[in-house]
């Protein structure tokens, strides 16, 4: 069965730090471009980052810019999303997704699979 799993997730000061990280079952690691997506209360869910199979690309939504950085462990099926600088407006439901093809996506319905999704919350 295909599965993401998303760790890492709490609560944290704003200014502070907190690294994401997904871990991919099933077949849904190799060849795939992977995406952290993230849904504030009551809003939409807007992309964060995304990268390439091999991660030979990236790219990031223009709100996390320089302070997030996404990586990708392929042995270990893992994606990770590194958050610094943190704002209380970061506080949201984070979720990583998976995409066939492995070329990376800012949109949404790219991406086939998706985590349960973890909660990030930022104070003032």
């Known amino acids: 069965q295909v599965k993401l799993v998303e760790s890492g997730g709490g609560l944290v000061q704003a200014g502070g730090s907190l690294t994401l990280s997904c871990v991919g079952s099933g077949d849904i690691f190799g060849g795939y471009g992977m995406g952290w997506f993230r849904q504030p209360p009551g809003k939409e869910r807007e992309f964060i980052a995304t990268?390439?199979?091999?991660?030979?690309?990236?790219d990031y939504g223009d709100s996390v810019k320089g302070r997030f950085t996404i990586s990708r462990d392929d042995a270990k099926n893992t994606v990770y999303l590194q958050m610094n600088s943190l704002k209380p407006e970061d506080t949201a439901v984070y979720y990583c997704?998976?995409?066939?093809?492995?070329?990376?996506?800012?949109?949404?319905?790219?991406?086939?699979?998706w985590g349960q999704g973890i909660q990030v919350t930022v104070s003032s």
């Open positions: 990268i390439s199979w091999r991660g030979r690309s990236t």
């Open positions: 997704a998976a995409a066939p093809g492995g070329m990376s996506w800012n949109t949404a319905h790219e991406y086939q699979f």
